[in-house]
């Protein structure tokens, strides 16, 4: 859905007010949840442009025109989950088709891929997209589509977008990328010249644990057809309660991911600077000393609020794990509480050994995803996990 004019205002306007046109009906300043499956003609041929909920939906408009104002792309489309975002991408392919993916992603995207699409005749390369030769080395003259995430779950690498999307224009391919651990308020990979991006909406853009989402925006007017048509065919759309819920929180999204990365930039440091002794290593960009700190400065404006910690061992891993009080012991990201993940047993839990150990996924390997508490509470947390601690 288009929303002109939209990305002239600056992100925090964007995200209260495109979509979000006061009820013509009552002159309520909050969008409807419009609870209907069909819609009545007004006579033969005649409507107000709405005819089945499946295809389209007014709480649902709303909220594609808000993400897609976000993303400054012309064209949004809201699916029931992240997953469903990704299998419409997939599904715009072929028989034959060769996609390159980032060897790191999450656990599902590789699931749906190796497990779904690859019987279906798709074939797939997972290799470290950030580096320039590994991504020519992978090309082929049947190669579509170019699949990244960045930074990347659980090991929060990062891929140069620029990079990307020139690759792509060069070989004729779709560049896509997840941008779900970012979200639209620290990165924009559709500005960089990456023709689809997607998100788990479940994660930061709804902020609140409370709705399951995905969505894929982009200016891009033959792809948009496409993905509208798959929408549509298959039918994976959210319920118009979801949509109200997340177009609530998309009003508070520039707020919570500043709360989220001021708490993972300070917990990062000390982490890296005062437990040496108990942490082999700590991922996350916003450190000097992440490999690709520099590019994360350019490409993004926040480092974000999700870490990654490396204790050692799956014994050390898991004695941290159940030591914590206030980070909940759970699978997702991305919501105002703070959660604590181990990706092996969890989320990546089907991504086979050899695999994970190709990126460095390993045992003792804990993702923490931060929340919005106050970051006295969440360090004081993590240093009684720990066993304590300066």
């Not at 749906?112 to 082929?140: C, H, P, V």
């Not at 982009?218 to 039918?235: P, Y």
């Not at 990546?348 to 995803?369: C, M, N, Q």
Request: aromatic share 8%; hydrophobic share 40%.
């Amino acid at each position: 859905m288009c929303l002109p004019g939209a990305n002239k205002m600056k992100f925090s306007t964007k995200a209260i007010h495109a979509g979000n046109e006061p009820d013509p009906t009552t002159g309520a300043v909050n969008v409807p949840i419009y609870a209907t499956s069909t819609y009545s003609n007004e006579a033969f041929g005649v409507s107000k442009g709405f005819d089945y909920g499946r295809t389209i939906n007014p709480t649902r408009v709303a909220l594609e025109k808000n993400i897609a104002a976000l993303e400054n792309g012309k064209y949004g489309f809201a699916f029931s989950s992240g997953m469903g975002a990704t299998h419409a991408i997939a599904t715009m392919l072929e028989k034959g088709d060769h996609v390159i993916v980032s060897q790191n992603v999450y656990g599902g995207t590789y699931r749906i891929f190796e497990r779904i699409f690859r019987k279906m005749g798709l074939d797939f390369s997972w290799i470290d997209t950030s580096s320039y030769d590994e991504i020519g080395a992978a090309l082929k003259p049947n190669t579509k589509m170019i699949f990244v995430e960045t930074p990347t779950n659980p090991m929060l690498t990062l891929t140069d977008l620029d990079m990307i999307s020139d690759i792509a224009r060069v070989n004729k391919l779709i560049s896509v990328c997840d941008n779900t651990f970012m979200s639209p308020y620290f990165q924009n990979p559709l500005d960089l010249g990456i023709d689809i991006v997607v998100h788990s909406t479940t994660k930061y853009i709804n902020g609140h644990s409370d709705a399951i989402g995905g969505f894929a925006a982009t200016s891009n007017d033959a792809i948009a057809e496409q993905l509208k048509f798959i929408q549509n065919s298959v039918g994976a759309v959210p319920s118009p309660f979801d949509c109200y819920l997340v177009l609530r929180s998309t009003k508070t999204l520039a707020l919570r991911m500043e709360q989220h990365n001021a708490n993972a930039v300070k917990i990062a440091n000390i982490l890296e600077k005062d437990y040496k002794d108990k942490i082999s290593r700590v991922y996350y960009p916003g450190l000097e000393s992440h490999p690709q700190h520099e590019l994360a400065k350019k490409q993004m404006r926040g480092f974000g609020g999700m870490i990654s910690i490396d204790l050692g061992s799956f014994d050390n891993a898991v004695k941290f794990f159940d030591g914590l009080k206030i980070f909940a012991r759970a699978e997702s990201l991305g919501g105002v509480e703070s959660l604590v993940c181990h990706p092996v047993s969890m989320t990546h839990a089907s991504i086979p050994r050899e695999e994970r150990e190709k990126f460095g996924l390993t045992d003792g390997l804990v993702r923490l995803s931060v929340g919005c508490e106050d970051y006295e509470d969440l360090l004081a947390d993590i240093r009684q996990a720990l066993g304590g601690g300066k």
